[in-house]
């Protein structure tokens, strides 16, 4: 079969593709049973796998480096001065040649047994030290934030390409039968420059695209009924529509039978998912420890702490934004990098602290990869004249906890300024090639045949990042 | 002695700067696709049930070829099958039960011609083939990226494809005014339309410091990388970084297409007095100047604030007047051309060698030199891409329109007939079918007639073989019709059809339906979301909704819709629960659902029996069996009519076309 149809279309050739041929084989005892498999049902991965689940904490707008996990000392000395030459250049989207560098207002402090450094502005974040990988040498092709977001999610710099959530879910299928297996959950403040298309499934079938959870009491588009419709009249409706379907199909049929089984399972989603969103099920001192019910944190809690509740149900892949709207309701701090910091901080920093402890006392840190990171980081350089920084995806900072990653580490350095990542650099395609390894999945079997070209989420071959896994 | 010797000198550094022609193996120019058509006969049988089904040269080389693997043909579909077949093919969307009986009940022995014809003529054909090629050339109305600021007048390229498709416009024809419109026509309005498709990829603005080059050279790659997946069906975008790793595509062969679009600047031609326009101006511009300063404003607001400016902004939107009517275009302008050189790993600023233009080497005797200057340079480009000897358009548009009848392809590649791409499944009937296209002078239709009248085509897809699904199960070999689902289009358009709520206005600006707030909360400019004002407009076909990069309606996401973001030559057809919410839950069907009702109790004069038949003919062109029958009316008798036809638009029967 040829990979450029290598979408599934019916049990047959989902047992053939999924195991290798040998699924075949089971093909009619399956048929048998009278049993109709769901394109989303779990795959095996192409290694041992360390994790089975990833919630990306997108810091969108780009998070400083110089402000969080990367302490320049040097560039306090320098505060006010234009930077010295021996640092090379940068390419700014507004910072113009003549800008000064920018001393930070944040003091470093040593934090657990590792002794790893994070600054005053997570100082939830920083109780949980001993747990992280912190990447300190990320960088990224472009410096404006939509082609950045789309690399960062996507691999390209340009839309139309599966996001990392698209393409795991592809690979792995997903473990629940009642969850959409891939969720983004947006910021309620607005959108971001990439717009939907960065969480996207691109070329890939439709069955991989994310569902997008909103705030209020409709997390998820047609989960609910129509206003003015009662359960049980349309649960009659599906009932009949599922025995004229039948009473429509000769013999075997495993194409319609597919189609009825998603009914099936559409039906156990609309009756089964609004009680995993309901986070009012959780215990009280859960949702404190999250921050919910205050703020700031209250919005980012309740995201953090729903975005456990999917795991924990088998959901592979789940988005927690923070930022959106216009560019100061992002990390995005052209104006004045204290201001918009201390505020973006604020709401996220003891969620995403909470997350990382309950996923641990659970036990489920082990298997659910958090990663955590903007599309790039922010200038040393001094934007405006109330202290912003511009964007800057030379050298920026990111960190993974759980799955399999290796806590209390620091891997990569920028140089003295925090201007340009300078040891062991990591492109976003090594952090896709580590995410993708932690799962059991490999960037170079992880492919799609798309007008001719086998595409993967890593364009140019990535790197796994050895010193963490 | 010393100017020759400076001369030589001069001709050797300038010999080092510019990419060598290429040399191309022996068995590089034997690939299949790189090969001249050859004349083919249609094989010829003995037997008379062979020759009985041999009646087309199309069935003729599809048995021969079912034959050597001693698989046979399946009987032919009923003729009630066939019309909705038919219908949904060339219309996209169904038949009424008029039309059906009308058909069915003609006895002539011409009547399956004359229904061919019949739809080759309705004005839906072209709305339904166009939509194929606005794929292909992942047509969209947005810029994508971070503004996705809307082309207000793209609309008409999507109705120059209509129209073309309609009017059967000869494909040599169609491919020149599509890329060099403009230079072969420069007063010719649909010749300047047409050109608007060397601007339909996405386009990436922003603010601040501009990186001019950068964005130059992303502008020319969408431009290069288009012609390659339309035209050629080769994949020349994987030869921007280095050499082709599959394909004898070199990078310097990629970078002398490009060099074609090097002067090929954007051209807008206004369609508008200079008055109107200054008019116009001076409206928008303290409305902008006004919209802008509240942005600001929204940064610095909390949520409750910001949603106060923010319908505000929306309203201000709402208020602009329509910009006067525009054309856009291209122009090619020699003396602003960018330079183009090879690009080391496809980056603009590792510049190599220097290349002029020349299309791929493989394709040219050994050593064919660049071309000297041109001041029509994609005239040029589109002359060699038409020319009856290329080896590749007719093969490769003839196979697009076999994969739009027959759910795959001769080549299940449309997009690329290189190495890695799949072999042809029936070469000679590829050939035969790409001459025959040729010798028509470039019919469309004449292909659509060859095939629709073919047995082939008209066999049944309800086969049941174990022998034949043992040895073929992706029916490559065509021992039955492969039964398909609808597409999104087919889908939205039928429903309004039954419901009766179909509006059949054609051409135009594009309209944007009333959504939910949440999906335009995800836009990041959503008052770019300006509903169009007339409800009726709501109802018409999606090939005039508007193709917004950044939002696609759920309905036409979850059924497989692409995104207009790269070129897509065949659609996934996926089945999962999102779509079932979607049919069940959503807005847009349970709206259809209730009028679908109206429209059955009124039909049937409320007699339940006659609901159930009428439903089944309407949706699915044909009568309930027995136990459809019987399920349906204890459903029909127990149920509120909008239960009993939402569950019909839920149908199988519905959503499949045998």
């Known amino acids: 079969m040829s990979e450029h149809i290598r979408y599934t279309r019916n049990r047959r050739e989902f047992l053939s593709d999924a195991f290798c041929g040998f699924g075949a084989l089971a093909y009619g005892a399956l048929e048998a049973q009278g049993a109709v498999v769901n394109p989303l049902s779990p795959k095996l991965p192409h290694h041992a796998a360390k994790a089975k689940s990833i919630i990306f904490l997108f810091m969108a707008g780009g998070p400083s480096h110089m402000e969080t996990f990367d302490p320049k000392p040097l560039l306090n000395q320098l505060h006010g001065q234009k930077r010295p030459a021996e640092f090379g250049e940068a390419k700014y989207q507004f910072v113009q040649p003549n800008a000064t560098l920018l001393g930070t207002k944040r003091s470093f402090k040593k934090y657990g047994k590792s002794g790893i450094e994070v600054s005053d502005l997570l100082p939830y974040t920083a109780e949980c030290v001993d747990d992280l990988a912190i990447l300190r040498s990320c960088h990224g092709d472009m410096v404006v934030h939509s082609a950045a977001q789309y690399q960062m999610m996507t691999g390209r710099i340009i839309p139309g390409f599966p996001s990392m959530g698209a393409w795991t879910v592809y690979g792995l299928g997903t473990e629940s039968d009642n969850l959409p297996a891939y969720c983004v959950l947006p910021d309620p403040h607005g959108a971001l420059e990439a717009g939907q298309p960065m969480y996207m499934h691109g070329f890939l079938p439709a069955v991989y695209q994310p569902t997008m959870m909103r705030p209020g009491n409709k997390p998820v588009l047609n989960l609910g009924l129509p206003p003015g419709v009662q359960l049980e009249e349309r649960t009659k409706t599906i009932q009949y529509l599922k025995a004229m379907n039948r009473a429509g199909i000769q013999g075997e049929d495993t194409e319609l039978e597919a189609r009825i089984s998603a009914y099936d399972l559409a039906f156990k989603m609309q009756m089964e998912a609004p009680e995993v969103f309901d986070i009012q099920k959780e215990d009280e001192a859960t949702r404190e420890m999250y921050g919910v019910g205050k703020e700031p944190t209250d919005d980012y809690g309740r995201r953090c702490l729903l975005a456990r509740r999917l795991v924990e149900k088998g959901v592979r892949f789940v988005c927690v934004t923070s930022g959106g709207g216009p560019g100061n309701l992002q990390w995005d701090a052209h104006d004045d990098v204290e201001e918009n910091h201390l505020r973006m901080a604020k709401q996220t920093d003891q969620p995403v602290a909470a997350l990382l402890k309950d996923l641990k006392r659970r036990g489920l840190l082990d298997q659910t990869l958090v990663l955590w990171g903007g599309e790039f980081g922010r200038s040393p350089e001094s934007q405006g004249n109330k202290g912003g920084r511009d964007h800057h995806n030379l050298g920026f900072s990111m960190w993974m906890a759980g799955g399999g990653i290796k806590g209390g580490t620091v891997v990569g350095a920028t140089d003295a300024i925090g201007l340009r990542a300078v040891e062991k650099p990591q492109h976003f395609r090594d952090i896709h090639t580590t995410v993708l390894n932690q799962m059991g999945l490999n960037q170079h079997a992880l492919s799609y045949m798309h007008l001719g070209r086998k595409e993967r989420l890593t364009e140019i071959e990535g790197m796994v990042i050895k010193e963490i896994v | ?658």
């Open chain 2, 1 to 658: 002695m010393r100017t020759l010797l400076a001369v030589v000198l001069c001709l050797n550094l300038v010999a080092a700067n510019i990419a060598p022609l290429g040399k191309y193996t022996a068995v590089e120019k034997r690939h299949w696709a790189f090969q001249p058509r050859s004349s083919v006969e249609p094989p010829k049988f003995e037997a008379p049930a062979d020759q009985a089904f041999a009646r087309t040269p199309i069935d003729a080389f599809v048995l021969a070829k079912l034959k050597k693997s001693e698989l046979a043909p399946s009987v032919m579909a009923s003729r009630q099958t066939l019309a909705r077949r038919v219908y949904f093919d060339l219309t996209g969307l169904p038949p009424t039960p008029q039309q059906l009986d009308a058909f069915v009940n003609d006895k002539r022995p011409d009547t399956w011609k004359r229904l061919v014809n019949q739809l080759l003529d309705s004005p839906h054909y072209g709305e339904r083939w166009g939509q194929h090629w606005l794929d292909v050339v992942r047509f969209a109305e947005t810029d994508g990226f971070e503004y996705d600021t809307h082309r207000t007048e793209a609309y008409r390229y999507r109705d120059y494809v209509i129209r073309a498709f309609q009017n059967d416009k000869p494909y040599d024809k169609f491919i020149t005014e599509q890329l060099a419109g403009d230079e072969i026509e420069t007063q010719e309005q649909e010749a300047l339309i047409a050109s608007g498709f060397n601007r339909l990829g996405p386009l990436r603005k922003n603010a601040g410091n501009q990186e001019v080059s950068s964005s130059r050279n992303e502008v020319l790659t969408e431009m290069t990388n288009a012609v390659g997946a339309a035209f050629l069906g080769v994949t020349l975008g994987c030869a921007r970084c280095h050499d082709h790793k599959f394909d004898p595509i070199r990078q310097s062969d990629y970078y002398r297409m490009q060099a074609y679009f090097a002067g090929t600047l954007e051209n807008d031609f206004p369609l508008s007095s200079r008055e109107e326009r200054v008019t116009w101006e001076a409206t928008i511009k303290p409305i902008d100047a006004k919209i802008k300063q509240m942005q600001g404003e929204m940064a610095k607001s909390d949520p409750v604030k910001k949603k106060e400016i923010e319908d505000e902004i929306l309203s201000l939107e709402k208020g602009k007047p329509a910009p006067p009517p525009t054309l856009y275009s291209v122009k090619s302008d020699m003396e602003q051309k960018s330079p183009i050189h090879l690009l080391a790993r496809g980056e603009y600023s590792a510049k190599g060698d220097a290349v002029g233009m020349r299309p791929m080497g493989v394709l040219l005797p050994e050593g064919t030199p660049e071309e000297g200057p041109l001041d029509k340079p994609r005239a040029k480009l589109a002359s060699w891409i038409a020319s009856k000897d290329n080896p590749l358009t007719a093969r490769v548009m003839v196979n697009r329109i076999w994969q739009y009848h027959f759910g795959q392809g001769i080549v299940v590649t449309p997009n690329d007939f290189g190495r890695m791409g799949g072999r042809p499944s029936h070469t000679e009937l590829l050939d035969y079918l790409a001459n025959e296209f040729v010798n028509s002078g470039y019919s469309v239709k004449h292909v659509h007639r060859l095939i629709l009248n073919s047995n082939t085509w008209m066999q049944s897809s309800e086969t049941v073989s174990a022998k034949a699904f043992e040895k073929d199960p992706e029916n490559k070999l065509y021992w039955k019709f492969s039964r398909r689902r609808l597409g999104a289009e087919e889908l939205r358009d039928s429903m309004l059809m039954l419901s009766g709520k179909l509006n059949p206005k054609q051409g135009g600006p594009s309209v944007l339906v009333p959504i939910e707030k949440e999906l335009t909360e995800a836009l990041y400019k959503p008052s770019q979301w300006q509903v169009t004002e007339d409800p009726a407009e709501h109802k018409r076909r999606s090939i005039y909704l508007i193709a917004k990069r950044n939002l696609h309606l759920p309905m036409m996401e979850v059924f497989d819709a692409p995104d207009g973001l790269v070129s897509c030559a065949r659609r996934e057809t996926s089945t999962h629960a999102p779509q079932a919410l979607e049919l069940l839950n959503g807005t847009f069907s349970n709206e259809q659902a209730e009028a679908f009702a109206a429209k059955l109790l009124k039909l049937s004069g409320g007699k339940t029996e006659r609901m159930v038949e009428q439903a089944y003919r309407l949706v699915a062109g044909r009568l309930p069996s027995l136990k459809e029958r019987q399920v349906a009316i204890e459903f029909a008798r127990t149920a509120k009519p909008r239960e009993f036809a939402l569950a019909m638009l839920n149908l199988n029967a519905f959503l499949y076309v045998n």
